[in-house]
């Protein structure tokens, strides 16, 4: 077996395993919770299908929400 087929056969069995999946989903529910505080100070809601995308896209959530922060708390916006 060579280094790629030993690499992905690693990574598969590393994405599959149960106590990584609900740690990730465990991650995006606190991540999802904390967003969702500051959306409802804004006076705005989220629906049930904006909240399972916040929940399994979480790092590309904190990314957005990070560099909207950012932006808005140094720039011109």
């Not at 995308?53 to 909207?68: E, N, R």
């Amino acid at each position: 077996m060579d280094l790629l087929e030993t690499l992905t056969q690693t990574f598969i069995e590393d994405i599959t395993n149960i106590k990584n999946i609900c740690a990730y989903l465990l991650v995006g529910v606190i991540v999802t919770f904390l967003l969702e505080i500051s959306i409802r100070k804004n006076n705005m809601d989220l629906t049930h299908a904006e909240r399972f995308w916040m929940i399994t896209g979480w790092p590309l959530m904190s990314v957005i929400f990070i560099y909207h922060f950012f932006k808005g708390l140094f720039g011109d916006d």
